[in-house]
């Protein structure tokens, strides 16, 4: 796979950025691509290792040495059908996916790993450039008809598997556009939306059908799913976390996935009422993740006075820690596009109060710093230190906590088990909940996750239902070790 001797010639390449005086003055994507000399070099340093880990990194087995020799070779073309035989949507993926693949290269022992994610992305976007990419309807129909709940990545994957198996499927999504939470919850800046669009367009040239502003269980009766032959739940984890402090109430305390779905329907000319902005104002981000940098991110193109993020645990260490060795996900410190934009980064502190005016408005923070006390055999102890207490000015604080689970409306409606972490019950495998024809997938089975293994289980789930309505399957799969299995 790839040139021999590579890995020691050719250091790792990843794409610039534009400047961020440029970048923050609008919402497009930043990037600025390789060259396809250099995508070739970066092709080339996948190193022909015995047992590539990289596979058992991806949660959708992607066939990574395979397409990077392929991208070695200037096969493009080859690469693009390697790619899509595991991934529906690689472009999805090669711009918002964490890597994990990267994470479990062997290279990255001794080196900088493959750029995989970049190179998957070049490959999809060469593959739109040059048509390759086009629909393929079934050649003919199975009579079966399909719901899909949820049109999210995990949704979309378990559309167009059923779809090329020949099932008609109808996909329901209760927001105005298809997409879910990529759509809406992703800022333009990482995935401008046409992205989503040319997808969408090919899946509906392959015959899916897609029905917007349907809340299944809220304006489409429950019942009514009855007249489908199976139903596939994707409908994500979107109960949001917040937090038990005295002054949540306060005008100015907002949850984050509410500030970015209202900021990308502004700029797609959606009406807005009362849109939260950022600016000329002390916003203070709470929750380190990835949507709290998009929060920061989205923040400074509002042109925020001040932007501060607070995340309770500690720092993360520069480089893998000792408690994630490889090839497991490591502990380390991750600095986003968005970070670098401007934000002052806070660990180990946790909010006391949100403070407010005699008006309900929100004017600052009460924070204590923290340590965690391990007991063994006992759940870490939260620890206030003594003396640390601080007040921040803020007129805006983001609630980036992540998602407790998904909603329990259609879970009751439908008589549908949920296990302790209120997730919807269906086997991991299986996919398969308590009412026989009905399966569960992505985040709505498994809890918030990332957008790679909402992929995969969308595929996986899409062959149970098709074993179940005709028997047999022949859409690909995995099996749980993630090698992938007869198609």
């Not at 015959?207 to 809340?215: A, E, L, W, Y």
């Not at 497991?328 to 949100?354: C, M």
Request: one cysteine or more.
């Amino acid at each position: 796979m790839g040139k021999i001797t590579g890995f020691k010639e050719f250091e790792r390449q990843d794409e610039k950025y534009t400047s961020v005086k440029d970048r923050v003055k609008n919402y497009k994507e930043f990037t600025v691509p390789l060259s396809e000399k250099e995508l070739t070099k970066q092709g080339s340093r996948c190193m022909d290792c015995g047992i590539p880990f990289c596979h058992s990194g991806c949660p959708l087995g992607n066939l990574i040495p395979d397409f990077n020799h392929m991208v070695h070779q200037g096969e493009w073309k080859k690469a693009s059908w390697i790619l899509h035989s595991t991934n529906n949507f690689p472009e999805f993926t090669g711009r918002l996916c964490p890597a994990p693949c990267e994470q479990s290269c062997v290279l990255g022992i001794i080196e900088d790993p493959v750029s995989i994610e970049n190179i998957e992305k070049n490959i999809v976007e060469r593959a739109f450039k040059e048509g390759w990419i086009k629909p393929q309807p079934p050649k003919s129909r199975t009579g079966k008809t399909i719901a899909v709940v949820g049109s999210g990545p995990a949704g979309l994957a378990a559309a167009q598997q059923l779809n090329r198996a020949g099932h008609t499927v109808t996909v329901f999504e209760r927001d105005d556009e298809v997409g879910g939470l990529l759509r809406y919850g992703i800022p333009n800046f990482k995935m401008e939306k046409g992205i989503i669009d040319r997808r969408i367009a090919i899946l509906e040239a392959e015959g899916i059908i897609f029905k917007t502003n349907v809340n299944v269980g809220v304006n489409y009766k429950v019942e009514d799913l009855k007249s489908f032959d199976s139903v596939v739940l994707c409908g994500g984890a979107t109960e949001r976390r917040s937090l038990p402090t005295p002054g949540i109430d306060a005008d100015g305390v907002v949850q984050a996935m509410d500030f970015l779905t209202q900021q990308t329907k502004v700029l797609f000319g959606k009406e807005v009422k009362d849109q939260v902005m950022a600016t000329d104002k002390n916003v203070i981000v709470i929750g380190g993740g990835d949507t709290g940098s998009d929060c920061i991110g989205t923040s400074n193109r509002h042109g925020a006075k001040s932007v501060v993020n607070f995340e309770i645990m500690p720092k993360p260490p520069g480089h893998r820690s000792p408690t994630t060795p490889w090839p497991f996900w490591p502990l380390q410190l991750k600095t986003s596009s968005s970070h670098k934009e401007g934000a002052e980064r806070n660990w180990l502190i946790n909010t006391k109060e949100f403070v407010k005016d005699e008006n309900g408005k929100l004017t600052a923070l009460k924070t204590v710093n923290v340590e965690w006390k391990m007991v063994p055999g006992q759940r870490p102890q939260l620890i206030e230190i003594e003396g640390t207490e601080k007040t921040w000015p803020c007129d805006l604080a983001l609630l980036a906590l992540g998602f407790t689970g998904p909603e329990s409306t259609l879970a009751d409606k439908l008589g549908i088990n949920k296990d302790a972490r209120s997730n919807y019950k269906a086997e991991y495998g299986k996919y398969q909940t308590n009412v026989p024809n009905i399966f569960a997938a992505g985040d709505m089975r498994r809890g918030q996750s990332l957008i790679v293994w909402a992929i995969s289980e969308g595929r996986e789930a899409a062959r149970q239902v098709d074993i179940y309505l005709m028997g047999k399957s022949e859409l690909p799969s995995k099996d749980v070790s993630g090698d992938l299995v007869a198609m």
